[in-house]
């Protein structure tokens, strides 16, 4: 059983490149999310998936898009990277949406020249 | 190692002393607070929880406490170790529909041996 896994673990992208992060658990659970986390910051929702088939913005959701592939799989997608998306990025998964543990990934640490 | 957390709050104990973190949540109407502990270069790690019909809840050496009055919520760790040195974070459910967990920007706990 290993969790909530991510790749890659690290990324390095010119401004205007594009890349998909892959997130999948293996805890069969129904939701899904993404979070970025700056320094001195705490985590910011971005997208969120309660079920499969459905997605929803979060708190920062410019410059991104996301997929519910199925139900063990929540991607993310930066079409047009920018500085301003250099952060470290953790997926996340509940059983069920909002008034439940989230169980997170170890992230992604993306850096965008 | 993990750059989040640079102008962080600390609290430096000394091993074998309890520890006592604190978090002031925004939302009179939030329900469900969590928290989490993340260490250098993870992900954050689920601790323990509270719904609001709680005031006080206790795991393995840990104790959350919850004020609703003045919305402040604790985290007490007993006999604190080197292995506890980590950022520790509160979430609530912030959202009214219940939707979404908002992170507070977490405090950096220091074990000295």
């Known amino acids: 059983n290993a969790g909530v896994t991510q790749t890659p673990k690290f990324q390095v992208l010119k401004t205007g490149q594009s890349m998909t992060l892959q997130c999948a658990q293996d805890?069969?659970?129904?939701?899904m999310y993404w979070y970025r986390q700056d320094p001195g910051m705490g985590l910011r929702l971005i997208y969120y998936s309660a079920s499969e088939g459905t997605t929803d913005k979060g708190e920062v959701p410019n410059g991104y898009n996301v997929s519910r592939l199925n139900k063990r799989e929540f991607s993310l997608r930066l079409e047009s990277a920018a500085p301003s998306q250099t952060s470290v990025y953790f997926c996340a998964s509940s059983e069920v949406q909002g008034v439940d543990t989230q169980y997170f990934g170890p992230g992604t640490r993306l850096t965008v020249l | 190692g993990e750059s989040v957390g640079l102008h962080l709050p600390t609290l430096s104990v000394q091993e074998g002393d309890n520890s006592i973190i604190n978090c002031a949540y925004s939302n009179s109407a939030s329900d469900y607070f969590i928290w989490y502990k993340q260490e250098s270069g993870k992900g954050p790690q689920f601790i323990i929880d509270i719904r609001s019909n709680m005031d006080k809840r206790q795991g393995q050496r840990v104790t959350v406490l919850l004020n609703k009055t003045v919305k402040h919520l604790s985290l007490q760790i007993a006999a604190t170790q080197p292995g506890d040195s980590a950022v520790y974070f509160c979430?609530?459910?912030?959202?009214?529909?219940?939707?979404?967990?908002?992170f507070g920007g977490g405090t950096r706990l220091m074990v000295k041996p």
């Open positions: 805890m069969n659970h129904n939701s």
């Open positions: 979430a609530e459910n912030y959202d009214n529909a219940g939707n979404m967990l908002t």
